[in-house]
């Protein structure tokens, strides 16, 4: 007879850090039963758990200060590093659990090993050392102490009651978990109350009402990890099949006792191509050996369809130059492996749009409005009766920023109104532009959305942005 899983222990919310000159010692602080504090020695970053404190002296003073969770350690040449939180901000909730997003991060490094380095291992250490710094200033970090950020609504309430009961960690659905790698050290040493899964991506919600029932309102973006990188740097797929700015974006809606949920992706062109970085405003894109792409492509869409079932491809690329040269290559790589599962679509989003008439995006919702309807969205009840989305939309433009966003945006209002009719909140004809203050705090909420993506890849804010929160339609 199988055992039953017992109730993991909870996460530690607060915790003093105290830095001794050979150690660091994690104290839970926030009145967690049962805790015990993590040493960690400056000498080969061994660790272990303790009751007690080690003593203070003057020859031993430590530096102490309060910190938020544990991210992982990093083991480079020599030396290993310990990530902290050391500034958090409540952001808002997630079904219910509040999120936090992460302020400020603080590397501690654990490199007295480092003297017994050879001059070559000291070079190479101090040059991935300063590459830290740069990973403290990492930007859209997210977590919770309670729930699972890395799974979508419906992902989180198909778990079954065993994989409730595990930590957090292993609930994680490993592409969307930022400090995967800088777990592995701590999960070795079964330190699950310290194991804080984090996300890479954007969280934003809004309230409002719509007659008498309040709505409450919450974008969610996930970043995969599987071919991180920033523009120019990191393009297309990896040969089997990750692509690059590869995120999930999750729009969740809770009212009048019922939540719904509506998933798409994005990601960049499923196939080897690269933009070579020069001196030119439009760095040329060039295609890295063409006749793997179908097979890339079927490997990516593969991944997609075990992760999500049905998937339409919607591809904005234009026709002209470098760019029509790469829609060209994405459409004859789809063609052997479409089918009633994978659609593929191209729309000129530049041709028929231009820079402001958004409008016409309704010529683009006309011909996937069949694969929404079929494919729905996560919808449960007060009884706890759900019906489950079949399928996603994969949207893709050259840096899948602008033109994604925009178009992304479109379909989530779109089935944002379909809830709401189902639901009961909305009339047959109503819409959300005849309710002003929504739609104003629908398109503030995508256009925000559109920029912490586009800063995590590109550095800029989204260049729509601005048209996304004011445009009529």
């Known amino acids: 007879m199988k055992e039953k899983a017992e109730p993991v222990q909870k996460l530690y919310t607060r915790m003093?850090?105290?830095?001794?000159?050979?150690?660091?010692?994690?104290?839970?602080?926030?009145?967690?039963?049962?805790?015990?504090?993590?040493s960690i020695s400056l000498v080969d970053a061994s660790m272990k758990l303790s009751d007690s404190i080690p003593e203070c002296s003057?020859?031993?003073?430590?530096?102490?200060?309060?910190?938020?969770?544990?991210?992982?350690?990093?083991?480079?040449?020599?030396?290993?590093?310990?990530?902290?939180?050391?500034?958090?901000?409540?952001?808002?909730?997630?079904?219910?659990?509040?999120?936090?997003k992460i302020i400020s991060l603080k590397v501690l490094p654990c490199v007295h090993s480092v003297k017994n380095s050879t001059p070559e291992q000291k070079k190479l250490e101090n040059e991935f050392s300063r590459l830290l710094k740069v990973a403290e200033r990492t930007t859209g970090l997210y977590f919770s102490y309670d729930t699972n950020l890395t799974l979508s609504t419906q992902r989180l309430y198909d778990l079954g009651n065993e994989s409730k009961m595990l930590p957090l960690w292993r609930q994680a659905e490993p592409r969307f978990l930022w400090n995967s790698y800088m777990l592995e050290a701590l999960i070795d040493k079964k330190l699950d109350p310290y194991l804080l899964p984090v996300v890479q991506g954007s969280f934003h919600n809004f309230q409002a009402t719509i007659g008498k029932e309040i709505v409450d309102v919450t974008l969610i973006a996930r970043r995969c990890t599987r071919r991180n990188g920033t523009r120019m740097w990191r393009r297309g797929a990896d040969r089997e099949g990750h692509v690059a700015n590869f995120v999930e974006t999750e729009q969740i809606i809770q009212i009048n006792g019922f939540t719904s949920s509506f998933v798409q992706v994005r990601g960049s062109i499923p196939f080897l191509w690269e933009q070579i970085v020069d001196l030119t405003y439009k760095p040329k894109f060039e295609i890295v050996r063409p006749e793997q792409a179908p097979q890339i492509a079927e490997r990516h869409f593969l991944d997609l369809r075990k992760m999500y079932g049905s998937v339409l491809a919607v591809d904005l690329l234009n026709k002209h130059g470098g760019e029509g040269r790469l829609s060209d290559m994405f459409s004859n790589a789809m063609q052997p492996i479409v089918s009633e599962d994978l659609r593929y679509l191209h729309f000129d989003f530049t041709k028929i749009c231009g820079h402001v008439h958004f409008e016409r995006l309704s010529f683009l919702y006309d011909q996937i409005a069949d694969f929404l309807v079929k494919n729905g969205y996560f919808l449960l009840n007060e009884e706890s009766e759900k019906m489950e989305q079949l399928g996603v939309v994969r949207t893709n433009c050259i840096d899948c920023l602008d033109r994604t966003n925009i178009t992304q945006s479109m379909i989530a209002r779109k089935i944002l109104e379909l809830q709401f009719r189902r639901i009961g909140v909305f009339a047959a004809e109503e819409t959300i532009s005849s309710h002003p203050k929504l739609d104003r705090c629908f398109r503030i909420l995508w256009a925000n959305h559109g920029d912490d993506i586009s800063i995590q890849y590109a550095g800029t804010a989204a260049l729509k942005g601005d048209l996304v929160r004011y445009f009529k339609s």
Request: overall charge neutral; hydrophobic content about 40%.
């Open 16 to 38: 003093r850090l105290w830095e001794f000159p050979d150690e660091y010692v994690i104290e839970p602080t926030d009145g967690s039963s049962a805790s015990s504090s993590l």
């Open 58 to 100: 003057s020859f031993r003073v430590p530096k102490i200060q309060m910190i938020f969770g544990v991210v992982g350690m990093l083991k480079l040449v020599a030396g290993s590093y310990l990530f902290v939180i050391t500034e958090r901000k409540c952001v808002g909730s997630y079904l219910g659990h509040p999120i936090f």
